[in-house]
C-alpha cells in the first residue's frame, strides 16, 4: 500500500528532530516500510514523505514515533487502479 503523509512542523524543526526522524525512518525499512520519498513544501504543509508499508498498522507505527510535527496521512492508489473502479 502507498501512503502519503502531510506534516505540519510544530515549531522550527532541530538538527535533532531530523536526526530523530531519519532513525524512525530507518528502523522502519527493516519491518517492510519503504520511504519512496521526502519533501520540504511550501504552503500549508510544511514536508510531504511518500512511502510504502504492507497495511495501515505498520504506516500508524512509524506515523505514531514521530512527535515534531503534525501529520495528515492518505492512502494512495494508482489512478489506473482508480478508473477501474468508476
Known sequence: MIFVTLYKFRRKPTKEDIEKANKVFE????????????????????AVRV???RDVKDAMKVNMQLDAANTETLVAIPREEAVKLL
Not at 527493516?30 to 504543509?45: M, N, Q
Request: charged share 20%.
Open 27 to 46: 528502523q522502519a525499512s527493516k519491518h517492510g516500510v519503504k520511504t519512496i520519498g521526502v519533501w520540504w513544501t511550501l504552503g500549508r504543509y510544511d
Open 51 to 53: 512511502f510504502e508499508a
